[in-house]
């Protein structure tokens, strides 16, 4: 489950409700579903259809168009650069829908004036939207591992628009989820 952490105010949430409750007013929303494990060697098509019934749901809700799937591992050459693009403060012109197969993540969101700076940690189950022109930042937990169901309302409109405000650079990531392993001292 998803663990949501305000640093700025030494708080963190744990239960899905009051996460869900706490993104609310952002424009953001958390959602839980409970499904069977894939194995690990399914095919991009085979989680698609396992996930058919949810994706449907989001699809006609969301008025998005097409899903794919994103598989990230730590053999991927190039990773780190791959990834330095999506850990610096950023928005796109639409919603970003991200539904958490396997592995975990973290998104930082910068709410500006309406809030702290938080974080939320995805993990296998996790569905979270993040609005269109919602300031945020993405990093990898430690295994650098996620396996990620994408929706789009355009495949156009999901190019990153960097703030440049430095703000990603105050929040070292942190992730709590079951590959968290305490620095050694």
Request: aromatic share 10%.
């Amino acid at each position: 489950m998803a663990t949501l952490s305000i640093r700025d105010e030494d708080r963190t949430l744990t239960d899905p409700k009051e996460i869900g409750d706490f993104l609310a007013p952002f424009g953001i929303w958390y959602r839980r579903f409970e499904g069977d494990e894939l194995p690990s060697t399914a095919t991009n098509e085979e989680i698609l259809a396992a996930y058919k019934a949810p994706i449907d749901e989001l699809m006609a809700e969301g008025g998005y168009v097409t899903a794919d799937v994103i598989n990230i591992t730590p053999e991927i050459p190039g990773l780190d650069a791959m990834l330095a693009k999506f850990d610096k403060e950023h928005w796109h012109d639409e919603d970003e829908v991200r539904f958490i197969v396997k592995g975990s993540g973290l998104f930082h969101i910068n709410p500006g004036d309406a809030g702290p700076v938080f974080s939320v940690e995805v993990v296998a189950g996790d569905m979270i939207k993040v609005p269109q022109g919602t300031h945020h930042w993405f990093h990898m937990c430690q295994s650098k591992t996620i396996q990620a169901i994408r929706l789009f309302q355009s495949k156009a409109g999901w190019t990153p628009h960097y703030t440049q405000s430095k703000v990603d650079a105050r929040y070292i990531p942190m992730c709590f989820g079951p590959e968290f392993v305490p620095a050694a001292n």
